[in-house]
């Protein structure tokens, strides 16, 4: 009878604790995300007289609205197609060949990944503005009259975000085409089929779903794209992002910015299904790859010709853009001479009038920031990850529901806080940051997460408690053991994430709580690309680091 009392308690404590490890997230998601978005829907559907249609019919058919609409679409489109058809040869080299520094160049090619956005619109202004290093040779060795006009245009735009997103569709599509069966091919080439048709009718479509998803993936990041729209298109290249916040700073509209934000996440959900469903297609055609040796790179002559003149002009461009920023920092922008002084100006607080604040504590707000998302989002990873694992229905609608916050953008959640909260103390408060990165960093750390521990092996937990230990104690025992590199890399990836976050922190952010993504920004604004790059190389060394540690665990836990 005693057995019969303590078991069904026990079972009761536990039901107990795996609704507190599910609700806790939950209700912070519900407060500084669920809550916010339905303040949205109110305000583009809802007046003074009621649910109507009107105002967000008239905004849908508003001749601005549709020319920006058409505008990000093409720019996206452009962007995700072009970085395909750059990334594709790569991929291929790196799956089919094995040559010395192989590795390290897969590895630094996601060097741009991990940069924030505002570092790379830097870069790319140092190196191609019209006073830029690339015009700067141009005139003075070349002779020619007149700088070439290359950022501050569309095609500007696209260039950026070539390079930004490249190593996406080089890793994604790699992996995939790693190992594809061979035996297809093979029986292709039996028949008589050249090596084009074996591409077109066999490999292509056995890649197609590595490929849709990464063209997915990347098309939303350009559609979102904010900063660099910002700062390499000019006011005349607005895409809804940029819009969204113009109809909130300059015209004070939130109907407007509501439509445009409920548009846009709209779009967005539709490109987060098809990223998820084609993505889930190719880890299984993974999962089925064959085991083969690899080709050397010079066996093949045109082959090493081939891979030699891709690698020459594709990863030097990666790397540039970086390059040119640390070799900034350390030059007069005067005198083009070398000299400290940009980093004596930046700490000695010569420029406190732009940050508002000295620069010690604008690099403390962004560590503070990151720490803050990375505690609170890999806590609350966890806890939903074991709470959903005991459920044997509504399992994948959960995870999908939580996961709803990577599919709208930052700027359309600080917009969403502003309707929220802009009647509270919250508004002016660290909280309304902190929070933000967290929600935005959240699903990745989910996404790395939940996998590890649905595949964590039950045995060795039974083991323990077998011995005497309490689930508690098991929990710290064996579990965090088994969890530590996905809890890891998911820490080291969302405090990258929250360290570069500059669309929701531009918009919410009082001048106490400046960031070093937003403090470049207004070095940049103010044309002090000295400092700026001083600024710059700081925030790149801790993207570097960052970029080390992730690619130290690479191997073990996924991030892309």
């Given amino acids: 009878m005693k057995f019969k009392f303590i078991a069904p308690s026990f079972r009761g404590k536990k039901n107990v604790w795996l609704i507190v490890s599910f609700l806790l997230p939950l209700s912070f998601l519900f407060v500084f995300f669920f809550y916010p978005l339905i303040n949205i829907i109110r305000f583009a559907f809802f007046g003074s007289n009621g649910f109507s249609l009107k105002s967000f019919l008239a905004v849908l058919s508003d001749s601005y609205t549709l020319r920006v609409l058409a505008f990000t679409f093409k720019e996206s489109f452009l962007s995700a197609a072009i970085t395909l058809l750059i990334a594709l040869p790569g991929a291929y080299i790196i799956s089919h060949f094995r040559f010395k520094g192989r590795d390290t160049l897969v590895?630094?090619?996601?060097?741009?990944?991990?940069?924030?956005?505002?570092?790379?619109?830097?870069?790319?202004?140092?190196?191609?503005?019209?006073?830029?290093?690339?015009?700067?040779?141009?005139?003075?060795?070349?002779?020619?009259?007149?700088?070439?006009?290359?950022?501050?245009?569309?095609?500007?735009?696209?260039?950026?975000?070539?390079?930004?997103?490249?190593?996406?569709?080089?890793?994604?599509?790699?992996?995939?085409?790693?190992?594809?069966?061979?035996?297809?091919?093979?029986?292709?080439?039996?028949?008589?089929?050249?090596?084009?048709?074996?591409?077109?009718?066999?490999?292509?479509?056995?890649?197609?779903?590595?490929?849709?998803?990464?063209?997915?993936?990347?098309?939303?990041?350009?559609?979102?794209?904010?900063?660099?729209i910002l700062v390499i298109g000019g006011a005349k290249f607005a895409t809804l992002e940029v819009s969204i916040y113009t109809y909130y700073n300059m015209f004070f509209d939130f109907k407007t910015g509501s439509a445009l934000a409920l548009i846009q996440a709209a779009f967005t959900l539709l490109f987060v299904y098809v990223y998820m469903k084609t993505g889930s297609f190719a880890e299984k055609s993974e999962e089925k790859r064959e085991i083969y040796e690899y080709k050397s790179l010079f066996e093949n002559r045109k082959s090493f010709i081939f891979s030699t003149i891709y690698l020459i002009f594709v990863f030097p461009v990666i790397f540039l853009p970086l390059i040119v920023i640390f070799a900034s920092s350390f030059t007069n922008p005067v005198t083009s001479e070398f000299t400290l002084n940009n980093f004596i100006d930046l700490f000695s607080g010569k420029f406190t009038y732009i940050t508002s604040?000295?620069?010690?504590?604008?690099?403390?707000?962004?560590?503070?920031?990151?720490?803050?998302?990375?505690?609170?989002?890999?806590?609350?990873?966890?806890?939903?990850?074991?709470?959903?694992?005991?459920?044997?229905?509504?399992?994948?609608?959960?995870?999908?529901?939580?996961?709803?916050?990577?599919?709208?953008?930052?700027?359309?959640?600080?917009?969403?806080?502003?309707?929220?909260?802009?009647?509270?103390?919250?508004?002016?408060?660290?909280?309304?940051?902190?929070?933000?990165?967290?929600?935005?960093?959240?699903?990745?750390?989910?996404?790395?997460?939940?996998?590890?521990?649905?595949?964590?092996?039950?045995?060795?937990?039974?083991?323990?408690?077998?011995?005497?230990?309490?689930?508690?104690?098991?929990?710290?025992?064996?579990?965090?053991?088994?969890?530590?590199?996905?809890?890891?890399?998911?820490?080291?990836?969302?405090?990258?994430?929250?360290?570069?976050?500059?669309?929701?922190?531009?918009?919410?952010?009082?001048?106490?709580?400046?960031?070093?993504?937003?403090?470049?920004?207004?070095?940049i604004s103010g044309r002090h690309f000295g400092i700026a790059s001083a600024m710059g190389a700081v925030l790149s060394l801790m993207a570097l680091l960052i970029f080390f540690l992730i690619d130290k665990f690479r191997k073990e836990v996924s991030v892309i």
């Fill in 107 to 228: 590895s630094l090619a996601t060097i741009p990944f991990i940069l924030p956005s505002v570092l790379v619109a830097l870069g790319f202004i140092i190196l191609f503005g019209r006073s830029g290093m690339v015009n700067t040779f141009l005139i003075k060795i070349l002779h020619f009259h007149h700088p070439v006009n290359l950022l501050y245009s569309f095609w500007g735009i696209i260039l950026v975000h070539v390079f930004y997103n490249f190593p996406i569709p080089l890793r994604i599509i790699g992996a995939s085409w790693d190992g594809l069966p061979k035996k297809y091919s093979f029986a292709a080439q039996s028949l008589g089929a050249s090596n084009l048709e074996v591409f077109f009718k066999v490999t292509l479509p056995l890649l197609l779903p590595s490929v849709i998803s990464s063209f997915t993936l990347v098309f939303m990041f350009c559609f979102l794209s904010f900063v660099i």
């Fill in 357 to 523: 604040i000295g620069i010690y504590r604008v690099i403390l707000n962004s560590i503070f920031f990151a720490l803050f998302a990375t505690a609170l989002s890999t806590i609350f990873a966890v806890m939903i990850s074991y709470s959903v694992k005991k459920l044997s229905k509504l399992k994948d609608f959960l995870v999908a529901l939580l996961m709803l916050p990577i599919a709208i953008s930052p700027v359309t959640i600080a917009f969403s806080y502003i309707l929220t909260f802009r009647n509270t103390p919250v508004i002016n408060s660290w909280l309304i940051i902190a929070s933000a990165h967290t929600v935005i960093a959240f699903p990745f750390a989910l996404k790395t997460l939940y996998p590890s521990v649905e595949r964590m092996p039950r045995s060795l937990v039974y083991a323990a408690q077998s011995l005497g230990m309490n689930r508690l104690k098991t929990f710290f025992a064996v579990d965090l053991n088994l969890l530590r590199l996905p809890i890891i890399v998911s820490s080291i990836f969302v405090f990258a994430i929250s360290l570069g976050e500059f669309g929701a922190t531009f918009m919410l952010y009082k001048n106490k709580y400046i960031t070093m993504p937003v403090a470049l920004y207004r070095f």
